[in-house]
């Protein structure tokens, strides 16, 4: 090669190197502009409708399956939030739990294994018993949720009593654990506790709600037990499991009458705000299906938000736009001037009806206490009269519509479809939605 052209290589060489290393750090160097577009998550900002449970429990307390395994199960199902309630404890810490022994935990182990994987699952044996550890929130949930599509909260269960009356409340969106307090009745037990979540919402600049647990089971909390206790905001007008007593019998007042005694007391006589109704599953059992077990997939609500976090489901359950449903869909639920508006989904050969409830400023709102067989007062919710939740009107129609006259206390809307709930908490139970009320 003349020495001309090794100079001339040499040269192109030169350039190509210098190129390539321009181009190099032309493609690493950061930008300070980003993306037109919003985060796919975020979208626009048009609210939508968002499924949730917000009763679950898991091995972290009474529930039979690992918490992971639970929470696939609901993202599965077209879930996108969920909250684990366990009973007085966050699910955090170090946990281990038998790996073997009666069924369904063998069933349970194997499934676990199966869908997560063996070198997911850590044992350990111990005095001659294979242990299993059960997963925290934190090491989990990052395999699970996806933005815009399933979103985790944490949640507790908090599980009290006063005297032999179960007194339990869920608190949604905690930073810590709630230990339950004595109160000096189940009133005053309710109020306590709930204090305790606004207290630690206040302080951790955390939007949390809580809300009063299946008032029929055991029947620990009457109607009167909520009325006048004002931090009450939300109370589970329908709970999957089956012994909780949702529709009362004859001595006791059903959930959704209690939800109407206390509506009309509340606006009608003492100036408080509306109660919101909260549809959940209170979900235990994951592996026996049926009748009289307590499975998930009973009951949800549908929260209409703009975002899937936290803060933005928190934030409109306490502005009240949600519905707790067991199976019926609603497109749409408004206020427009003075009619209250509903869309409802139909789906082929189902049928819908829609009772508008309210009770009237002209209603009688006094009570008498309800006698046992000796004529001595039971404790139990007071007898109001039927003037208290009356229906006002009825439709079949997909759109009903109910205009208010300005005579109501308030109103609210429950669908009920001809079709039967493929795993009812009560044989016989058919798709339910229900609306939370409105003021005139």
Known sequence: MSPTLRSVCAALLTVGVFSAAVAVQNAAKPTSEPPREPIPAVGNGTAKWWKGNLHTHSLWSDGDDFPEMIADWYKRNGYHFLALTEHNVLAEGDKWVAGDGKEPRPAAMRKYENRFGRAWVQRKEQDGKTLVRLKPQAEYRGLLEEPGKFQMIPAEEITHRYAKAPVHMNAINLRDVVKPIDGGNVAETIEVNVRQVAEQSRKAGRPMIAFVNHPNFGWGVRAEDMLLTESVKFFEVFNGHPGVRNYGD????????????LLALRLGKHGLPVVYGLATDDSHRYHQWGVGQVNPG?????????HLTAEALVAALEAGDFYGSTGVVLDDIRRDGDFLRVSIR?????????????TMKSAKLDSEPRLGDDGKELPVTRVYSDEVGQVVA?????????????????????????????????????EVAWTQPVRP
């Open 250 to 261: 004859p001595t006791h007042a059903s959930v959704e009458r209690m939800w109407d005694i």
């Open 298 to 306: 009973r009951g949800w609500v549908m929260v209409r938000a703009p």
């Open 346 to 358: 139909s789906e082929p050969w189902v049928t819908y009806r829609t009772e508008f409830i309210a």
């Open 394 to 430: 009825r439709s079949t129609d997909l759109r009903p519509s109910y205009k208010l006259t300005g005579k109501e206390l308030y109103v609210r809307a429950k669908v009920t479809s001809s079709k039967p709930h493929p795993n009812p908490y009560a044989a016989g139970d058919m």
